[in-house]
């Protein structure tokens, strides 16, 4: 049987190592044009990666929201080598790479592991100076320290791996015969911020990725040109104000005209010195439902009129909030309006780009599943995307949360004395030590990304740490971070260790969603659910490395309806959550990656449950109201014990009924389980492979309004009330979760019984339920 190899395992193999049989040519625009390339064979390839070729790619136009007419793609096939990491400058060059695909992915057509000792270096010829015209060299994402010499003279270096970067190389340029030369180091680990790559890629650690992985690109300016814009708006008054950093010697006279479109048509239009204020009369609002956008001319212009620099962009008007709830609970609110965010956790990993999408189309389509599925938001988990990947989600409405680069965790980074590395949310947390110079690139990058997103209008929370990989001086980050942006609410450690700094409160936990609420601490953040789900499930033929340990969250599920069936119960646990005050839920994950199978599609993209099936249960979670009035009716045992009667012995037919003779089973106090069970409160133990529980409950009234049946199950576990069966359940939970009692009228004043059958196979077991009734608020 013909082998599947692991990208990791086939960069190692012989067959990866290419011989190149030709040297490229170098058309009049000095753009590399394809020889004999082609993508690595033996790894998993997309789609849209069996479409790529040398002469095409990545041709967008990469910053969309300020776009020059004069500028010069640089992608496609340069030559490369890799040196040992004390040499200045290669002996010889290895063969052609296909920018701007690292040199590990298949698409690179190199397929090498780039070690931690060893230097990457690029060349390519540049074209010649443009009379009258500054030329500025883009970088749009280089891993991880860049080195950049135009015709030998050293243009300058940029440490960190995931934001743009731009040189003005005009005085080291000739009329014709340029050379650019790019050195590339990268430890990948330490205190490097590096995301989810690994020297050695394994479970939840993905294959490294080395060197340019974005897009490079030239533009052609005037010696006065717009070097950066800024928008703020103001959706009361309908004021947005375009504010312009300008680059070369100020020019007596300049001014700034800008005028706004919608719809293709102008709507107003205004003129001043470095910023300009519009009024939009009857501003449209963007928002998931309704993306509304503006298109924006801007020109500077001369002393005398004439137009020096002209660009092409768009924003909208819209804003970002939080408000308390009539229940005491905060409340994200978009436009002053309260909005619960629902989203998968993204990755944005390719197994034939790796961090790189093979095209604007294979990027796009993660995108438009997820709007077709339902969702209204996006988790960018430790990866900064390419911006025309912002600006489709800013087109189609698709909210973002946006994490900062984060490291994995190692010794060296961990809080002393932490065993796990992390504490999650309980009290006394600890940080990470880190040196000075370590922090103060973890701020300088963080502060690069706000920077290089700010203006983004899909972008509606910032997370600086994710979990404790990294985390470190927590309250100075936080304080920095809302400082340094205070026009979104900060997620100050999506699922790490809790301080009291920032707008969230972040819990996360697999399989199904769940939430502290017993902890007067977060009472006054937003309360949200930042990882839940990561319910697995293999497809043949599209695994990664079939011979690898391919896992999901709580086991794999023996078919698709098997796993729709845990999805389904996680959605609607989440619902109930909502009514209990967590205002977001992110679902991991939207792929499979490597050897993790728990996306809602494959690695190489191909869907595993079609949209149209995932958004009904969106829009029910979407559509479920915030502020529901919530009364105990039959109490749990999370705050104080119930007394119930109980057996471990299978009892005689009909025990569910109200009327059985339950005389000579035990009583005891609930819940009923093992100690260490997490998340539970033990009364009485219960350690056999069944139970059985019967409890009496006297009304005083009939309770009004919609019952729920609120249970902790570990792990089969079967419901009646007054002999019917309300619940039937499946594996187990890892927390108190709510379900709707669909049979109307079947508690009533006066004696009921609520019977209670679970089943326990390996591991921790718990059962406990009570019931809850939802009124309106």
């Not at 102008?266 to 519009?278: K, M």
């Not at 197994?351 to 988790?379: Q, W, Y």
Request: some cysteine.
């Amino acid at each position: 049987m013909k082998r599947s190899y692991s990208t990791t395992e086939f960069l190692r193999t012989k067959s990866a190592q290419l011989v190149w049989k030709s040297l490229f040519l170098v058309s009049l625009s000095g753009i590399a044009e394809a020889a004999e390339w082609a993508a690595v064979k033996g790894g998993m390839m997309t789609q849209w990666g069996r479409e790529v070729t040398a002469e095409k790619v990545w041709q967008e136009y990469p910053r969309p929201q300020m776009e020059r007419a004069d500028w010069t793609n640089l992608n496609g096939l340069w030559d490369y080598a890799v040196t040992a990491k004390d040499e200045t400058t290669p002996a010889s060059w290895a063969g052609q790479i296909l920018v701007p695909f690292c040199p590990e992915s298949s698409l690179s057509g190199v397929g090498r592991l780039i070690e931690p000792t060893e230097a990457l270096w690029y060349k390519r010829p540049l074209p010649g100076l443009k009379a009258g015209k500054r030329t500025i060299l883009n970088f749009e994402a280089v891993d991880y320290t860049t080195t950049v010499w135009v015709n030998g003279k050293r243009i300058g270096s940029h440490t960190g791996g995931f934001t743009p970067f731009s040189y003005d190389i005009t005085p080291a340029l000739k009329a014709d015969g340029n050379e650019l030369l790019v050195r590339v180091d990268d430890a990948t680990e330490g205190y490097q911020l590096h995301g989810k790559q690994k020297l050695k890629n394994e479970g939840i650690w993905y294959t490294r990725v080395t060197g340019i992985w974005q897009s490079v690109w030239l533009e052609n300016v005037s010696p006065r040109f717009i070097n950066d814009l800024d928008y703020t708006c103001d959706i009361k008054s309908g004021n947005l104000t375009v504010s312009a950093k300008l680059s070369g010697k100020a020019v007596e006279g300049e001014k700034l005209r800008v005028s706004a479109s919608f719809g293709g048509k102008e709507v107003t239009n205004g003129s001043g010195a470095s910023s300009v204020t519009l009024k939009i009369a009857e501003p449209k609002l963007w928002s998931p439902a309704e993306p509304n956008l503006y298109d924006l001319k801007i020109e500077l212009l001369d002393g005398d009129g004439k137009v020096a620099d002209e660009i092409k962009s768009y924003t909208a008007l819209r804003e970002f909030g939080k408000i308390k709830d009539s229940n005491g609970n905060w409340r994200f609110t978009l436009n002053g309006k309260s909005i619960f965010h629902w989203g998968p956790l993204d990755q944005g990993w390719w197994p034939d780009g790796l961090l790189t999408p093979p095209s604007e189309a294979a990027m796009i389509s993660d995108i438009d599943f997820l709007k077709a599925a339902g969702f209204n938001m996006i988790r960018k988990h430790i990866k900064v995307e390419p911006r025309r990947y912002y600006a489709h989600c800013d087109k189609i409405g698709m909210l973002m949360w946006q994490d900062q680069v984060s490291m994995g965790f190692g010794p060296e980074t961990l809080p002393k004395g932490s065993n796990p590395p992390w504490t999650r949310m309980a009290p006394n947390p600890k940080d990470g030590e880190w040196p000075d110079e370590a922090h103060e690139q973890y701020v300088t990058e963080y502060k690069r990304m706000v920077d290089h997103l700010r203006d983004v209008p899909c972008i509606a929370v910032w997370s600086p740490f994710n979990e404790a990989w990294g985390q470190h001086r927590t309250m100075e980050v936080g304080k920095m971070a809302m400082e340094y942006d205070n026009t979104r609410p900060i997620n100050i450690a999506s699922g790490g260790n809790f301080w009291p700094v920032g707008d969230i409160a972040d819990e996360h936990r697999y399989p199904d969603p769940g939430f502290p609420f017993e902890d007067k601490r977060f009472n006054d953040y937003v309360k949200v659910v930042g990882e839940f789900g990561g319910h697995g499930m293999p497809i043949e033929g599209h695994l990664w490395n079939k011979d690898s340990p391919n896992w999901g969250y709580g086991g794999l599920p023996k078919n698709l309806d098997e796993w729709k069936e845990r999805y389904s119960r996680s959605i609607e646990v989440l619902a109930g959550l909502r009514k209990r005050g967590v205002c977001a839920g992110v679902y991991t994950q939207t792929t499979d990656v490597e050897v993790e199978i728990n996306g809602l599609r494959t690695y190489d993209r191909m869907n595993k449950v079609d949209p149209a099936w995932l958004k009904p249960l969106s829009d029910m979670l979407l559509a479920t109201p915030d502020m529901v009035k919530l009364t105990e009716i039959v109490p749990t045992s999370e705050n104080s014990p119930q007394v119930a009667k109980f057996t471990t012995a299978a009892p005689a037919e009909g025990w569910e009924k109200t009327m059985f003779d339950d005389s000579s089973w035990s009583q005891g106090q609930g819940g009923f389980g093992t100690a260490m069970t997490p998340g539970t409160h033990i009364g009485t133990e219960w350690n056999s492979s069944d139970i059985w529980i019967r409890r009496e409950v006297q009304l005083a009234k009939d309770p009004a309004g919609q019952l729920v049946l609120r249970v902790f199950h570990d792990e089969d576990a079967e419901v009646f009330l007054n002999g019917t069966q309300i619940a039937a359940m499946k594996g187990h939970v890892t927390t108190y979760i709510d379900f709707p009692i669909q049979q109307k009228d079947l508690l009533k004043a006066g004696r009921n019984v609520i019977a209670v059958h679970c089943h326990q196979t390996s591991g921790g077991q718990f059962i406990d339920v009570g019931i809850v009734a939802e009124t309106a608020n």
